[in-house]
């Protein structure tokens, strides 16, 4: 069984920073590709940042240098910086992860965690 375990959410003050984390935990052979989506009320999840095992990221247009991307392999871990925070980045942030475990590949979610940019 794999899981994901996000963590950092909370409520911040516009202009501020946040680190969302990520774990991975389980039957786990390899992860590939990592990343964070958002779903703000009202509309669709979309993406906000992917990395793959090599350490090459894409981000959306409206968070690109603002929130940077990273990962720990030895960990299974991935991270999302957020900083410049706006109201409009308030969402629920999802992680997710293309792994391969002893069962089979695909892609696995978190719950998510809650980001409310607000003054």
């Known amino acids: 069984q794999v899981q994901l375990v996000e963590s950092g959410g909370d409520l911040v003050q516009p202009g501020g920073s946040l680190r969302l984390s990520c774990a991975a935990s389980?039957?786990?052979?390899?992860?590939?590709?990592m990343g964070w989506y958002r779903q703000a009320p009202g509309k669709q999840r979309e993406l906000v940042a992917a990395i793959t095992s090599g350490g090459s990221t894409n981000y959306a247009d409206s968070v690109k240098g603002r929130f940077t991307i990273s990962r720990n392999n030895a960990k299974n871990t991935v991270y999302l910086q957020m900083s410049s925070l706006k109201p409009e980045d308030t969402a629920v942030y999802y992680c997710?992860?293309?792994?391969?475990?002893?069962?089979?590949?695909?892609?696995?979610w978190g719950k998510g965690t809650l980001v409310t940019v607000s003054s």
């Open positions: 997710y992860a293309d792994i391969l475990s002893r069962v089979a590949r695909m892609d696995y």
């Open positions: 389980g039957s786990i052979f390899s992860i590939y590709a």
